[in-house]
């Protein structure tokens, strides 16, 4: 009896990110798998905690293994996540138009350091620009593609991510190709105009990085435990979210630098 009331989560008087228990350390693969099916269905972090702590729950009355108790991850949280409330998923949608925003910024403006060192107007080409456009459409398309790119990193991962890449390489590229001017700006402007878009972008994502925290935790037992759980949530999300709003901007001047020096 006294082994079941310790793991069980619903008891322990424990309210912490569910990868921090025994349980699900030593069931790894089975949660990890349970946790990512519910997250890609909008299920949000703390009813996911509570399912899980359900599947903690009866292993540790029942003396089975998640497998042997539920059958397969994956399955079982297509299950338990049809009879679960969702999250809106505007917010992936918003924060991937938002980097998009800011790569652009970041090819554009890094760019045209280069161009204002060198006393040169910023001038793009059609093909330059059908090469940004599709760039900007692989990563804004991120969050459909998100499924895949999580079960197969290597075989839809890489192609994903290397045709991003390719395309932004052809954008640097056909700079050299002898057609006309498509769009002209000057370069100083440019520079600094887009820097600013990135850092107000990245001040955005920040803002709404900070504000919509969805940790998967387990359910505290106390209202003490809950409050702290929240701001344990809330200062662990915003480092992560400076760490994430900031990286662009940062990026931004060091090859902005890099660019000018080298024009």
Known sequence: MNTTEHHNPARSGVSAQVWDRPFYKGHKSWCDDFVMELRLMDVPGDVIGERLAEVEAHCAESGETPDEAFGEPVAYAKTVGAESPKESAGG????????????????????????????????YNAVQVLCLALAAAVL????????????????????????????????????????????????????????????????VSYRNLSSSQDLVTSPPSSGDQAGGARDAKTSGGRTMAIYVASVLPVFYVLLSVVSWLTA
């Open 92 to 123: 992936l949608w918003a924060t991937a138009a938002l980097s998009v925003g800011q790569v652009l910024a970041l090819l554009v403006g890094t760019r045209a350091a280069g161009a204002w060192a060198a006393g040169e107007s910023v001038a």
């Open 140 to 203: 804004v398309l991120l969050p459909v593609a998100l499924r895949f790119l999580l079960q197969r990193p290597l075989l839809t991962g890489l192609p994903y991510f290397a045709s991003f890449m390719a395309l932004a390489l052809g954008a640097v590229l056909a700079g050299e190709l002898d057609l006309p001017a498509l769009i002209t700006a000057p370069a100083a402007l440019v520079t600094v105009g887009l820097f600013v878009v990135t850092v107000v972008l990245g001040w």
